[in-house]
């Protein structure tokens, strides 16, 4: 009988091209999928919640796949562990409804980016926040953030070729975290994101931190629809999928 399994993931993205499968270059996807064509003899296809881009980390991706096994959610859990790169986590597994699809019905997905905000680099934890020396005004930068609240067209934070018919997304809550040694968070949930609106909104939001622009010229970036008006894409390293809720 096929069942339909859940999977909870943590993953450092820093050595994959992604979690998408890849042709040629390696893949969290085609990691988990080959631990799972080892454990069942057979060819099984994992469903995402969503990609993540080429050095981004996830906390909580969720995935599920189909399969006719004998096999229980523990014994998947054990073993895709002992199979797994050390980089690659499965926090979880369980039994779901047979109709359960990890990306259409996720109800909202909560990315953070974290950004170190002091004179000098840090040699551990490099590779997962964006080091940057000048002082950002954080307040302003809190205050921008309210802008993304609410349904909007975020066309203007749209990676480039990479196109959608519907650029429309819901942020349920976006605020900006700030923790000891000069970290910074930016935290966002909403109903869905664009190829690269998380780091296309803190690149420009670094740039009203930095004095570049105004609040009111983010607004009306987002406004625009026009990615040309956004600033440069923020570094991957400093993003890191949560959590999806479903």
């Known amino acids: 009988m096929t069942k339909n399994f859940k999977l909870t993931i943590e993953y450092d993205g820093t050595r994959y091209h992604g979690w998408q499968r890849q042709k040629t270059d390696r893949s969290i996807q085609d990691e988990i999928e080959k631990a799972l064509a080892q454990m069942t003899s057979c060819k099984v296809t994992l469903i995402g919640s969503g990609r993540t881009d080429a050095g981004v ?3 909580g991706q969720v995935a599920n796949f189909k399969c006719d096994t004998r096999l229980t959610p523990e ?39 974290k950004i170190l905000n002091q004179s000098i680099p840090a040699a551990i934890g490099r590779h997962y926040v964006w080091f940057i020396r000048k002082t950002l005004d954080r307040q302003t930068m809190r205050a921008t953030m309210a802008h993304l609240v609410g349904r909007h067209d975020f066309k203007a934070f749209e990676g480039t070729g990479s196109p959608r018919q519907d650029t429309t997304r819901e942020v349920f809550s976006a605020e900006l975290i700030e923790e000891a040694d000069n970290l910074l968070i930016f935290e966002i949930e909403a109903d869905g994101f664009l ?9 420009t939001i670094v740039d009203v931190g930095l004095g570049k622009i105004t609040p009111a010229d983010f607004k009306n970036i987002l406004a625009s629809r026009d990615r040309s008006q956004a600033s440069a894409t923020a570094p991957a390293q400093g993003l890191t999928l949560i959590k999806v809720t479903y």
């Open 57 to 59: 980390h996830a906390a």
């Open 195 to 203: 190829r690269y609106m998380v780091r296309n909104i803190v690149g």
């Open 75 to 113: 014994a998947f859990f054990k073993g895709l562990n002992s199979l797994l790169p050390e980089d690659i986590i499965i926090k979880d597994c369980q039994w779901v409804a047979t109709e359960f699809h990890a990306r259409y019905d996720a109800h909202s997905k909560i990315y953070q980016y």
